[in-house]
């Protein structure tokens, strides 16, 4: 596995019974794996099949493993994300990428595209836990920011397209 490339493995839940002084004989595991190489996805599925065998294979255990592949890695086209960065100067910082997963994969792996957040988040109404946390809440007056960036891209596209002198209906905006 290259050191360099960014993986993920979380697991998100362990179930093995609740007995104190007794070995369980079933255990489960869910976990999520996630990159933005799919050939670094590829690789950890295989290690974590051989680190299962080879683990269980000494203690004489057997294993069923239901490795489902889930969402794509979310990439943003970079051209795309110019225009989102240009209509949206004036509002939070550029952030780092993350590994989470994303249905917008999906879009954006058939037409170009740039997923952003929009910053729902703050102090003030103790909405400062991301999506998936049980305690998600969000500030609705972010709504009106997001309708502004959303109207602003529109506005860039058409403003675009005018200028190659295409039909705006005819576009893909």
Known sequence: MDP???????VGHFNSGNFRATVP????????????DSKVLTQLEKEIRRVIEYSLAVSGADYNLEYIHGYPSLYNHPEEVIKVKKVMENYKDEMAPVMGAEDFAYYVNEIPGAFFFVGG???????????HHSKFDVDEKA????????????NEECVSVKRKGDSVLGSRV
């Open 4 to 10: 360099l490339k960014e993986a993920v493995i979380t």
């Open 121 to 131: 988040s703050t102090e003030e109404l103790n909405a400062v836990c991301s999506h």
């Open 25 to 36: 004989d079933k255990a489960q595991i869910g976990a999520t794996v996630r990159s933005f």
């Open 143 to 154: 709504m009106l920011n997001i309708g502004k960036v959303f109207l602003g891209l529109v």
